[in-house]
């Protein structure tokens, strides 16, 4: 089969996906964009490419074997690429351990990281047997990160090796590893999750036929903030506005307006009913109004970034926010807190802030006229877009607005599709 | 002769003087800095006050005089505005000085004086931090580069980096993107010296500044902005001295102390404004 590849390289993710031939999405795949972005491309590509062969695999097995036994080998693949990366973790810290480590303490540090891992395996088998396990980061750096950090502070004591040398050594650790090319793809691990998985043989015979089936690149589009770096031709490099408004059109053919709010631009884009853009408005390099503007937020409120939405969602008050700046408004902030003031009404009013100042591009682009359509990380959380709503509706009167849980995959699903219509010409 | 204190409140620390005033014979007796960190405010502008007191061995004081974001400190005499307690702490510090450029951790203001420390003229930056005290601390952070080292390792520099004005906050990225171009931390610091010395500059040419230029502010202590800024003023014109001095930071604290004795005597105002028996306290005026 000819698939057809976009890749959204943000500045904080990168995403991919994978279409077939008949321009439906078979696979997505993101991570963090750390400093590589030519890892970062090829991770998230990697990752949609896995997705794409469970695609296969779930339409080949729903017509046999039903959809529990294909999540079971789901969560048996993801065991087995994270003990891969565990492996790789713990072979870097070891070494870490025998390099600056002081000799004295060489061994117990040793120790004490190896009793880490043997736990943090235990734990993930532990995750596994579970039906319904907790949700946690998509993130390698993030889900290891804080058990480390925890099964860290449960050795401290037994072991007399300091919490912060631990974690010193994870830090000093992770970025090397994470950086390391590893083989976290759907051939190299399909074969131990099945045994794990214990699959009947209708879902082995879907397994082979996803392992055979050949899902040729037809072709590849990048776009995103690093583009640029992407080792593709020119002709396969599109601006994230043209790739924006084609995804939004996509998801919600209807759509005319675009409000894409990402990690470090926010753009507003109109587009035609073919869902080519016809006007656009972006921000300067400013993180008010874009979704950094939280993250700053959140680290001034020690706060995780996630937690931000449901907490404004709870107040009574909200307060007005009168500084543009997001240094400005940490400060203002810090400001109302020392007031008194209640942390969910300021919260709130820092939501509405950074949707009324998007708003502002949405008119200079050309305002709402008909169907309106919110994407990018910040149309996650509910605060945003409750806000949204409200400004829409005051400004603009009652507008249809789409908001699709995939959103962060729009620049992508855009890429993918000119990547597919380029074949096609 | 009377005995005052001047307190500075500003976002990211709070500066506070005792000084001896009157007589022709005005002298700091002791200062202290408190950093704002995460704390409260009234916790940090108490951790000042008390400091300073403690320093000069003061049991009460004639007059306190807070400036900056201190109006609401309740062992306050009177507060001052900040243009003019810069201007006249700028004054008391360099007797030359005709302007003061105070930068500190948000914002950056120009105040044009005369020789009596009576404020001509002022402006402020916009409602932006790129360039602030608080931008320069970031990117220092994302170079890993320490606070004192900014200015040493920036007068290093051998081919400045351009660097437009960047976002406080995205500057992070943009910092990462210079790193791994292989650009040097001295050249990128002197770079974000000379953006930021630019706008100053241009704050101060809009004022008509003739003269010396006092620098104030935490960010006084800065070599590379000083040289920075000593470039930019000279640009088309006959150079301009930019002073400063070991107490930079406490101009503001200094000018206001100094007002408090100077309003004190104007208006005859007798017996302790503060002693330090909390309870005792009076509001003196």
Redesign the interface.
């Known amino acids: 089969m000819n698939c057809f590849v976009g890749i959204d390289l943000g500045s904080t993710t990168t995403k991919a996906v994978v279409l077939d031939e008949g321009g439906e999405v078979l696979g997505r795949g993101i991570t963090n964009s750390r400093s590589n972005y030519d890892l970062a491309a090829e991770l998230a590509r990697t990752e949609a490419f896995v997705s794409a062969r469970f695609r296969l695999l779930q339409r080949e097995v729903e017509k046999t074997a039903g959809g529990a036994a294909l999540e079971r080998l789901l969560a048996a693949f993801r065991l087995e690429q994270m003990l891969v990366q565990l492996a790789s973790l713990e072979a870097g810290i070891a070494e870490e351990v025998g390099r600056s480590v002081a000799p004295g303490l060489r061994r117990a540090a040793g120790e004490a990281v190896g009793e880490i891992f043997r736990r943090f395996a235990a734990e993930e088998e532990l995750r596994f047997a579970d039906p319904d396990p907790p949700a946690r980061s998509d993130f390698f750096r993030d889900a290891a990160g804080s058990a480390y950090a925890r099964l860290a502070e449960e050795l401290e004591q037994m072991s007399g090796v300091t919490f912060d040398l631990l974690i010193g050594l994870y830090d000093k650790c992770i970025v090397r590893v994470e950086n390391e090319p590893l083989e976290l793809g759907f051939r190299e691990h399909i074969g131990k999750a099945l045994a794990r998985a214990g699959g009947q043989s209708p879902v082995r015979a879907a397994v082979e036929a996803a392992v055979c089936a050949d899902l040729g690149v037809g072709a590849t589009v990048g776009t995103g903030y690093g583009r640029a770096r992407l080792p593709f031709p020119r002709e396969q490099i599109r601006s994230e506005i043209l790739c924006h408004g084609l995804g939004a059109h996509i998801l919600f053919p209807g759509t005319r307006t675009v409000l894409d709010i990402g990690g470090q631009d926010t753009k507003a884009i109109q587009v035609d009913p073919q869902g080519i853009v016809t006007s656009f408005q972006m921000n300067d390099r400013c993180a008010a109004g874009c979704g950094r503007y939280l993250g700053y937020i959140a680290d001034e409120m020690n706060m995780g970034l996630h937690e931000l939405g449901p907490l404004a969602l709870t107040s009574r008050r909200p307060v007005k926010i009168s500084s543009t700046c997001t240094v400005f408004a940490g400060a203002e902030l810090r400001e109302r807190l020392s007031l008194g003031e209640k942390r969910e009404d300021i919260l709130a009013g820092l939501h509405r802030a950074v949707i009324l100042r998007a708003m502002s591009l949405v008119a200079r682009s050309g305002g709402i006229s008909d169907e309106f359509t919110f994407t990018g990380g910040v149309a996650r959380n509910l605060a945003a877009v409750r806000a949204l709503e409200g400004l829409v509706a005051e400004n603009y009167g009652k507008r249809t607005i789409n908001i699709s849980a995939d959103s962060i995959y729009t620049g992508a699903l855009g890429a993918a599709h000119f990547a597919r219509r380029g074949a096609a010409a | 002769m009377s005995l005052t204190a001047g307190v500075d409140v500003g ?1 990211a620390a709070v500066k506070a003087v005792v000084m001896r005033v009157g007589e022709g014979d005005d002298r700091v007796l002791s200062h202290t800095v408190a950093r704002v960190r ?1 704390r ?3 916790e940090v502008v108490d951790e000042a006050f008390a400091g300073a007191v403690a320093g000069a061995g003061a049991r009460e004081l004639d007059y306190v005089a807070t400036t900056g974001e201190g109006e609401d400190a309740p062992f306050a005499t009177g507060h001052f505005y900040g243009m003019t307690a810069h201007a006249r702490g700028a004054l008391f510090l360099e007797p030359r000085a005709r302007a003061v450029l105070d930068v500190g951790a ?1 914002h950056a203001r120009a105040v044009a004086m005369d020789a009596r420390g009576k404020v001509l003229g002022y402006k402020m930056t916009s ?3 790129s360039g ?1 005290g ?2 320069l601390e970031n990117i220092a952070r994302y170079l890993g580069v320490s606070q004192s080292d900014i200015g040493p390792l920036s007068l290093t520099a051998e081919k400045p980096e351009t660097v437009s004005s ?5 500057a992070e ?1 943009d910092v ?1 993107n210079m790193v ?1 171009q292989g650009l040097l931390a001295a050249n990128i610091l002197r770079g974000i010296h000379d953006s930021m010395a630019g706008r100053f500059a241009r704050l101060l040419q809009s004022l008509g500044v003739e003269g010396v230029v006092f620098l104030s502010g935490g960010l006084a202590a800065d070599d590379g902005l000083a040289a920075a800024l000593t470039r930019a003023l000279a640009v088309g014109g006959r150079p301009v001295e930019v002073a400063r001095d070991p107490q930079s930071a406490f101009a503001g604290a200094i000018g206001a102390a100094l007002w408090g004795g100077f309003r004190r005597e104007k208006l005859g105002m007798g017996g302790a404004a503060w002693t330090v028996n909390p309870t005792s306290l009076s509001s003196g005026a």
Do not use: G, K, N
Not at chain 2, 166 to 170: G, M, P
């Open positions: 976002s995460r409260s405010i009234s948000l409602q932006c931090a602030s608080q931008f960047i976002c406080a906050v995205l990225t990462i791994s």
